[in-house]
C-alpha cells in the first residue's frame, strides 16, 4: 500500500469493468496466495511437497530470494517514479537499477514469488507462478520495450542489458568499482 500510495504504477490507476476486476482477482492474484495456504492448511498442497517448510536451506533460500526481489523491486519502481518525475525532457533510466536490466522490477516480483514458493514446500507453486511471469509479464516487457525502442540510446543500452535478470558479471564489476574499489582508490590518493 505505501509503494501505491507514494510511487505507485500509474496503469494500475485506469478503471476497469467489474468483469476486467473479477478476472484480476481470480487470476494472477489469487494465485499468489496459494503458498500462503499451503503453509496453513491441515492437508497438504496439490502437487506433493519437497519439505516440511523448517529446513535451514528452505528458510534461508526463501529469505535470499525475498530479501533480494523486495530489493530490486520496491528500489527499482522507487528510482523509475522520480526519475519519470523529474526527468525533463523524458529519457530512457539507463543507470542504477537499470544499468544491469531492462525490467528490474519485474526480476524483483519474481524473485519475491520465488521466495514465497520455497516456503510453501509445494512442487506446484512455482510452475503455477510462472503462468503468471510468462503470460503477463512477459507481453508487458515486450510491449514496453517495443515503446522503448524509439529512443537514440535504446540499442546501446539494449546491448549491454538482458531483459529481465541482471547480468552477474557487469553487476559485480560495478559493485567492485562503485563500492569497495573506491573506499581503496582514496585510501591510495593520500
Known amino acids: 500500500v505505501y509503494k501505491d500510495v507514494h510511487f505507485g504504477d500509474p496503469s494500475w490507476l485506469v478503471p476497469m469493468c467489474p468483469l476486467g476486476f473479477v478476472l484480476v482477482f481470480t487470476y494472477p492474484l489469487a494465485l499468489y496466495y496459494l503458498p500462503m495456504l499451503c503453509l496453513v492448511s491441515e492437508q497438504e498442497c ?10 535451514s536451506w528452505i528458510v534461508g533460500g526463501g529469505l535470499f530470494f525475498y530479501t533480494i526481489g523486495m530489493f530490486y523491486h520496491f ?3 522507487c528510482q523509475k517514479y522520480y526519475c519519470l518525475k523529474y526527468q525533463h525532457p523524458r529519457s530512457l533510466i ?3 537499477f537499470f ?4 525490467n528490474p522490477n519485474y526480476f524483483g516480483e519474481i ?3 520465488i521466495g514465497y514458493g520455497l516456503w510453501s514446500c509445494s ?14 509479464f512477459l507481453p508487458n516487457m515486450l510491449a514496453k520495450e ?3 525502442s524509439r529512443y537514440p540510446q535504446w540499442q546501446a543500452w539494449h546491448d549491454r542489458t538482458s531483459l529481465v535478470c541482471p547480468w552477474l558479471p557487469s553487476l559485480l564489476k560495478d559493485l567492485y568499482v562503485k563500492g569497495m574499489g573506491s573506499g581503496r582508490d582514496k585510501k591510495k590518493q593520500t
Open 46 to 55: 496439490p502437487g506433493g511437497t519437497f519439505g516440511s517448510g523448517s529446513e
Open 75 to 77: 528500489g527499482s519502481d
Open 94 to 96: 539507463t543507470d542504477g
Open 99 to 102: 544499468s544491469h536490466c531492462r
Open 111 to 113: 524473485m519475491i514469488y
Open 123 to 136: 512442487y506446484i507453486v512455482i510452475p503455477l507462478f510462472s503462468t503468471v511471469w510468462i503470460f503477463i
Open 146 to 148: 517495443a515503446s522503448m
